[in-house]
Nanobody
């Protein structure tokens, strides 16, 4: 069974940095698109950044220049380096990946990790 597990969230002051990690495990043949989404209280879940196997990246306008998404294919892991954090970045951050496994192609989500930025 495929699982995505996020880590690295926490409480940080405005202007600080955090690095999120998301590791995929299970009977995985390949990972295609991987990404990070976030959901603030009372709001919808929004795209933060994505990266495909060829290293092409895409960012929400609100995080461009501050966040960097990267991946380590050998470890089935995607990262999100978050710098110059703002209070409005406070949200639960979810990892997402399109994975080909013994179950076929599926889109998987992690359970999320809380990021809180204090002013």
């Amino acid at each position: 069974q495929v699982q995505l597990v996020e880590s690295g969230g926490g409480l940080v002051q405005a202007g600080g940095s955090l690095r999120l990690s998301c590791a995929a495990s299970g009977s995985i043949f390949s990972l295609n698109l991987m990404g990070w989404y976030r959901q603030a209280p009372g709001k919808q879940r929004d795209l933060v950044a994505t990266i495909i196997s060829g290293r092409t990246t895409n960012y929400a306008d609100s995080v461009k220049g501050r966040f960097t998404i990267s991946r380590e294919n050998a470890k089935n892991t995607v990262y999100l380096q978050m710098n110059s954090l703002k209070p409005e970045d406070t949200a639960v951050y979810y990892c997402n990946a399109d994975i080909i496994s013994t179950s076929g192609l599926g889109r998987y989500w992690g359970r999320g990790t809380q990021v809180t930025v204090s002013s």
